[in-house]
């Protein structure tokens, strides 16, 4: 069973003026899509590993055969995080989006950051220093929120974390409207944050 590429959860204009409907079509019908069809071509020769829901391919990227490693760590890290992404954002304007975090993420943030000014303020200085592609990262360790980042499509789910909140620094994520200025996409990026499921993600990596 191959995997397939859903549609966007919403629009391709919907995250305007944050993020441009001509950004959402290259990244998700140009740039996801190849990330599906490149997995798919990897694991052609291997149905038990199709077999898997996507995020477990990634967790258990280890045990894949050496020889597809490392395609498979990339296609299938970029299926998974951008699965994840398109359903962490939401329609400007709709209950939950933007603003200031709600509900038990909230009070985890104020524990963990001080407030939301000063997590934002961390998440952006840390994800903004990321060398060239990859993501920063919300996750949960050891009872408390940390920021992170990785490089190219690798997840903290090979990590055995479930990422919280997440986003893409690939240059392909802003460049047309952003160009070079990656601290403006990231600080714009927060009025599509989807505070829902933000916490529904938050329920699961606290396990
Ligand atoms: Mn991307």
Not at 127 to 134: I, R, V, Y
């Amino acid at each position: 069973m191959a995997y397939e590429l859903a549609p966007l959860p919403y629009d391709y204009a919907a995250l305007e003026p944050f993020i441009d409907a001509e950004t959402m079509h290259l990244h998700h019908d140009k740039h996801h899509q190849t990330y599906v069809n490149n997995i798919n071509g990897l694991l052609a020769n291997h149905p038990d590993l199709a077999a898997k829901p996507i995020d477990d391919l990634v967790r258990d990227v280890a045990q894949v055969p050496e020889d597809i490693r490392t395609g498979v760590r990339n296609n299938a890290g970029g299926h998974a995080n951008h699965t994840a992404f398109w359903h962490l954002m939401g329609p400007v304007g709709s209950a939950g989006v933007g603003g200031a975090p709600i509900g038990p993420i909230a009070a985890q943030i104020a524990a963990d950051f001080g407030d939301f000014e000063a997590f934002k303020k961390a998440f952006n200085e840390t994800t903004a220093k990321q060398f060239g592609s990859g993501w920063g990262w919300l996750v949960y360790q050891g009872g408390k929120l940390k920021i992170v980042t990785t490089g190219n499509q690798d997840s903290p789910l090979s990590q055995g974390l479930f990422p919280i909140l997440f986003n893409d620094v690939w240059e392909h994520a802003y460049y047309l409207k952003y160009q070079n200025r990656r601290p403006d996409y990231l600080a714009a990026w927060w009025n599509v944050i989807n505070w829902v499921e933000v916490n529904r993600r938050f329920a699961i990596a606290k396990g």
